[in-house]
């Protein structure tokens, strides 16, 4: 009856539900578009970490070769390579989280007026994520370095 009275009166009257599904509606494709600029994100960064890569392994083909010649096994050369690529994907994870804790608490004062909570699970899981992007990126620069023939390198072809 009292929603019946407000709109006989020029109210406009919504129940909350109808409200709190128009938000969660929102929050949904606010939330996709962020899952969407992270995988956009994430597959640039896996880019440019294979392009390094694949440059790092063509400029050293000849001392690739020369290890090989010398008896350095698959699983060392890979080792080295990964380990590169490891040492990148830590340095570039903990400069994204602090790059990224900044840009939240600017973002956060400035539009929401809050405080953003730093959570420490945060941080693991971005190293952890970095990670797993530098070793996809540069899984087929090793898979090249692997695949050089010491003896055509060292002969110069």
Do not use: H, W
Request: aromatic share 8%.
């Amino acid at each position: 009856e009292v929603i019946k009275y407000l709109e006989n009166n020029g109210y406009k009257v919504k129940k909350i539900r109808q409200v709190a599904q128009s938000e969660k509606a929102l929050l949904d494709k606010t939330q996709l578009l962020m899952v969407l600029v992270s995988l956009f994100v994430l597959s640039a960064a896996s880019l440019s970490l294979f392009s390094t890569m694949i440059t790092s392994v063509l400029e050293r083909s000849r001392e690739i070769g020369l290890m090989k010649a010398l008896g350095c096994g698959n699983g060392r050369l890979a080792a080295i390579f990964l380990a590169e690529a490891g040492v990148m994907g830590v340095a570039g994870g903990i400069f994204g989280y602090f790059v990224g804790l900044l840009l939240a608490q600017f973002i956060g004062m400035e539009i929401f007026n809050v405080q953003v909570s730093v959570k420490p699970e945060v941080f693991l899981l971005t190293i952890a994520a970095s990670m797993l992007v530098a070793f996809a990126g540069s899984f087929l620069p090793v898979l090249r370095a692997l695949s050089i023939d010491p003896v055509v390198i060292l002969r110069g072809e």
